[in-house]
């Protein structure tokens, strides 16, 4: 008779609660960069006459919605980050989780203000709401220069610096956030003193690094999870 071997089969190992942490951090660092298409769905609304035109307001409807989820996703990622980098420094972790909720809030004002126009513009408000239009696309735009352009330098001296002194990631990306953040400071500062706008390609290239720093954190942490450090380890059993 003829014994069959059975194959093996192959044990599930259940992620640690540290990998869980990161896996989680890296997705909503990936879903803060879903509003990009905002730039063109927010182009109507931002035009002199948009309260007076005809046509659909799903552009800006949608761009609300991407941005909204921008704005939970930010939190979430320093929600999801603060169990692991307290510990390395638990009042810059609180700090991060303070700059990353101020900066949604920056975000949902902003929306409001676009949401508003579009409101006039169904109440058929007429020539008389041109004015307010265009003070709550001003608004919009200094929420956006004062929260989704300014706050990310704030950010990434407080989460990069955690993540640096404690190895968990490689040097190399908050060093990219620490190169960021004099560039993107000093970008806002001529967007606000009038030397470029917001959207020229000047503010665009000072923007890359900050952002290649965030969306380069995103991925790694859910490829690769955070490097082993003696502030983690009762956190890699699972």
Known sequence: MTITERPAVAEHVPMTPLRKTALAAGVLYLLSFVSIPTLALYTSVRGANYVLGPGPDTPVIVGGILEMIVALAGIGTAVA????????NRGMAL?????????AATIVVGIASLMSIVTLRRSGAGADALVTSHALVAQYDWMFTLGQSFMPAVNAVLLGSLLYRARLVPRILPVLGFIGVPLLIASNVAVMFDLWGRTDPQAGLAALPIAVWEFSLGVWLIVKGFKPSPITADMTTS
């Open 95 to 103: 700090g991060f989780v303070g700059t990353r909720t101020l900066e």
């Open 81 to 88: 980050l603060y169990p692991v980098v307290k510990r390395q």
